[in-house]
């Protein structure tokens, strides 16, 4: 092996030390000694011998670079042409160069791609191999991270989590999914930041902005930022995207939570506004500063002639906000009510609580627990008893998830988190201690935020909804209304 080794490195440098001076003695006439043969032979072909090989283990290796070596029959290596017809193999030298850097790019080449894989990189051969593909490297390496991102937040580790997901957006940040997520996991934690990359995402991918808009709202929201809201909400209204419905809820609750409809006055003022919304933010202006009578007879000649489903359960949650629920009751059973199942119950069971009849109340919700266990379900029940807070329905719904559990998952986390806020609303230890026990169960690991929430809602410790909701996610919107309807309510309208 040494020989061979040694043989090899000769021939390197050899393949460039020979032939250039066989090319200088070529240009020179052939004249003086040839620098390749003894010079104390004849010259020759097949009587002198070759200097070149000389410390060779194997002379013949030397043919690759000069096929003149012959051997004689006696052994000995000899040149076998006369002096004046030696002459450099260039061709050979280059054959020999294109080879070896084919073998060493071969060997770095299939190097690197076993070390990439090897890290966990979920690279191909042609990726390492082909230099156009390796701009798609940086893509290789963020959805490492994000395989990494994924791992840490199974196993609870979240700051492991947030740093790989951060190292992944940063080499991508084309992929606005990855971005989004990021902004979510910022938003309890690193709430700057988290509107820093939500208005970035929202500034470099307009075609998104339908996706984009909603989590950021989620977001505000639950900081209680409604100044962030009403400008989002209002560039999403004038934008004629979709959804607009959700979007006037939006800067409804927010000019509702501030008790201030400067707002609604403006973005009435704009050209660009939908006429289809329009009419419902001037009734909610006029809300503002009408006595109760008028407020009552504006909320009654606005659901009369209403159609829009939105609209609708809008004008007879405020109509309940006024202490009206015979109201409600008669447009709820009126023939070709608009409203679908879940906004019929949801106003129902509202209204029941104002009109003091809870034992109707209890018994629709005790009715709705024997059906099978839904998420939707779940959500209605969680957001009603989130406002509306009952120990007793809390336990029979309690009872119903312990006996028909949700089916396990993160599928299903929102609904019970909406379970926990109902829990959380009342206030109970033992009520709180079964929600954070199914959240826990349902998602095979525990969640330690939960529980030190826990002991700060026994507590009564945690007042307002922007000192727990950020943490509390995803949570269904109705029962982050419901939260702050119980924890942070409006200020009321004018007497």
């Not at 970035?200 to 991918?205: G, Y």
């Not at 419902?280 to 829009?308: C, I, N």
């Not at 009564?460 to 995803?474: D, S």
Request: proline fraction near 8%; include cysteine; charged fraction near 20%.
């Amino acid at each position: 092996m040494a020989g061979w080794l040694t043989d090899t490195f000769r021939l390197g440098w050899g393949a460039f030390y020979w032939n250039t001076r066989k090319s200088w003695f070529a240009a020179r006439g052939r004249r003086g000694r040839c620098p390749c043969q003894v010079g104390s032979d004849s010259g020759r072909g097949g009587e002198t011998g070759c200097e070149a090989i000389l410390g060779y283990r194997s002379p013949a290796r030397f043919r690759a670079l000069c096929p003149l070596l012959a051997q004689r029959a006696d052994g000995n290596w000899v040149c076998s042409v006369d002096t004046a017809r030696v002459r450099p193999f260039w061709g050979r030298v280059a054959a020999g160069v294109g080879v070896a850097t084919l073998a060493l790019s071969l060997a770095a080449i299939l190097g690197v791609f076993a070390l990439l894989r090897g890290i966990g990189y979920d690279v191909s051969l042609v990726q390492v191999a082909w230099p156009p593909a390796w701009r798609q490297f940086r893509q290789v390496q963020s959805s490492f991270y994000l395989d990494r991102a994924r791992e840490a937040r199974v196993a609870g580790r979240m700051d492991e989590a947030l740093i790989s997901l951060s190292n992944a957006y940063e080499l991508n940040p084309t992929d606005h999914k990855t971005g989004l997520l990021l902004a979510q996991l910022w938003q309890a934690g690193q709430p700057l930041l988290s509107d820093q990359l939500y208005a970035r995402l929202f500034r470099e991918h307009p075609a998104h902005r339908d996706e984009i808009g909603p989590a950021w709202y989620r977001a505000l929201l639950a900081r209680g930022d409604f100044d962030a809201i009403q400008r989002l909400a209002g560039e999403r209204l004038l934008s004629g995207g979709p959804a607009p419905g959700a979007w006037l809820q939006a800067v409804l609750f927010a000019a509702r939570q501030r008790g201030e409809p400067g707002p609604l006055a403006r973005l009435l003022a704009e050209p660009a506004l939908p006429s289809a919304v329009a009419p419902l933010l001037r009734l909610e202006q006029a809300l503002y500063t009408a006595p109760t009578e008028t407020r009552v007879r504006l909320l009654t000649d606005a659901v009369a002639g209403e159609t829009d489903p939105f609209a609708i359960y809008h004008v007879l949650s405020r109509l309940l906000e006024e202490g009206r629920p015979d109201l409600v009751f008669a447009r709820l059973d009126a023939p070709s009510f608009p409203l679908g199942n879940r906004e019929k119950i949801r106003l129902r069971l509202d209204a029941l609580v104002v009109a003091d009849r809870l034992d109707v109340r209890a018994d629709i919700v005790r009715q709705l627990l024997t059906q099978p266990t839904q998420p939707a379900v779940c959500e209605l029940l969680s957001g009603h008893l989130a406002a509306h807070p009952d120990r007793a329905l809390l336990l029979a719904y309690a009872a119903k998830l312990e006996a028909e559990p949700l089916p396990p998952g993160e599928s299903v986390y929102p609904q019970l988190l909406a379970f926990f806020g109902a829990c959380a609303a009342l206030g109970d230890g033992d009520l709180l201690d079964t929600a954070v026990r199914l959240v826990n169960t349902s998602a095979g690991r525990d969640y330690r935020t939960l529980a030190a929430l826990r002991e700060l809602f026994v507590q009564k410790a945690l007042l307002r909804p922007e000192a727990f909701l950020p943490v509390l996610q995803p949570l269904p919107l109705d029962t982050v209304y419901a939260l702050y309807s119980r924890f942070a309510p409006p200020p009321p309208f004018p007497p």
